[in-house]
């Protein structure tokens, strides 16, 4: 069975950084692509990034571009992703989710592994 696991959540300052990590257990999903979406409060879940297995494709939402960066250490079966200049907007549950290939990565039905979520909370 597969399993993700999000960790590295916390409080920040605004302008800080953070580091989430996902890692997968169960099977290598080298025929899947990893994603992170986040879920303001109030607000319904938002694509932020997404990356292959291989780590060679990444896609970046407008709203974190130059600020984000999704990652991956195949030894580890492990993903991550750095939030850096962090703004209270950014503050919300992070998922991991993994998508077959094939499908949009942007969209949220086509991930078919979802974790639990780690609360990141960016303070002004």
């Known amino acids: 069975q597969v399993q993700l696991v999000e960790s590295g959540g916390g409080l920040v300052q605004a302008g800080g950084s953070l580091r989430v990590s996902c890692a997968v257990s169960?099977?290598?999903?080298?025929?899947?692509?990893m994603g992170w979406f986040r879920q303001a409060p109030g607000k319904g879940q938002e694509f932020v990034a997404a990356?292959?297995?291989?780590?060679?494709?990444?896609y970046y939402a407008n709203s974190v571009k130059g600020r984000f960066t999704i990652s991956r250490d195949s030894a580890k079966n492990t993903v991550y992703l750095q939030m850096n200049s962090l703004r209270p907007e950014d503050t919300a549950v992070y998922y991991c989710?993994?998508?077959?290939?094939?499908?949009?990565?942007?969209?949220?039905?086509?991930?078919?592994?979802w974790g639990q979520g780690t609360q990141v909370t960016v303070s002004s």
């Open positions: 989710a993994a998508a077959p290939y094939g499908n949009n990565w942007f969209l949220l039905g086509s991930y078919d592994y």
């Open positions: 169960g099977r290598t999903l080298s025929d899947h692509g």
């Open positions: 990356i292959s297995w291989s780590g060679g494709t990444t």
